[in-house]
């Protein structure tokens, strides 16, 4: 994905689970997104992190999914991910601390 002249780095899908109730009845919706890493941010289909702002990126995973987290100056955010975020994390730290 683009984003003005910028080219993505790297992608990861992940999903949002909204609740809701209709005439009594409960029912969750997996919403998918794709989270984007550039050379100056993180961006989500509702948040944009720049670089300098994010400490680290870390994944836990749990039986058929995991879940991503975001460790910025703002605090610890969370998405969900059903696939192995292992190269965008790996991304994210050459881009944060690329060799010299």
């Not at 794709?34 to 995973?61: C, F, G, W």
């Not at 991503?68 to 730290?93: R, S």
């Amino acid at each position: 994905m683009k984003d003005g002249c910028h080219q993505a780095i790297a992608a990861v899908s992940y999903y949002k689970t909204e609740r809701t109730i209709d005439f009594n009845r409960q029912t969750y919706t997996k919403k998918h997104n794709q989270m984007y890493l550039y050379n100056d941010k993180i961006l989500t289909a509702s948040r944009q992190y720049r670089l300098e702002h994010v400490h680290d990126v870390s994944y836990r995973p749990f039986s058929e999914a995991g879940l991503l987290y975001l460790h910025t100056n703002q605090g610890v955010f969370a998405y969900e991910v059903d696939v192995d975020p292992g190269y965008f994390i790996e991304a994210f730290k050459k881009q944060k601390n690329p060799i010299k």
